[in-house]
């Protein structure tokens, strides 16, 4: 049973920073590929970033790109998103999702989800 536990959301004006991290209980954690999500009020769950095992491959959603940076450490069972340059349009619950499948045209995640963190980003 994979447990996905974020930390890191909280308030933030306009322009700043947070980093979120995800810590996995899963001993495949290393070998497998994770992954962000965010929902935001009303509307349906997107991707946002994905991180190979190895962390030498990345993707983004376009949105964020040249803001996120996810990231991970494996031997600490952790995957992180820094998130700089923060728009109010980035408020939502953001999830971490393990094993997940992406490449360049499809983004598939797994049925392993956190309890997500609120990121709230005030004008």
């Known amino acids: 049973q994979v447990q996905l536990v974020e930390s890191g959301g909280g308030l933030v004006q306009a322009g700043g920073s947070l980093r979120l991290s995800c810590a996995a209980s899963?001993?495949?954690?290393?070998?497998?590929?994770m992954g962000w999500f965010r929902q935001a009020h009303g509307k349906e769950r997107e991707f946002v970033a994905a991180?190979?095992?190895?962390?030498?491959?990345?993707k983004y959603t376009n949105s964020v790109k040249g803001r996120f940076t996810i990231s991970r450490d494996n031997a600490k069972n952790t995957v992180y998103l820094q998130m700089n340059s923060l728009k109010p349009e980035d408020t939502a619950v953001y999830y971490c999702?393990?094993?997940?499948?992406?490449?360049?045209?499809?983004?598939?995640?797994?049925?392993?989800w956190g309890q997500g963190t609120q990121v709230t980003v005030s004008s």
């Open positions: 991180i190979s095992w190895s962390g030498g491959s990345t």
């Open positions: 999702n393990a094993n997940l499948y992406y490449g360049d045209y499809v983004v598939s995640p797994s049925d392993y």
């Open positions: 899963r001993r495949t954690f290393s070998s497998e590929a």
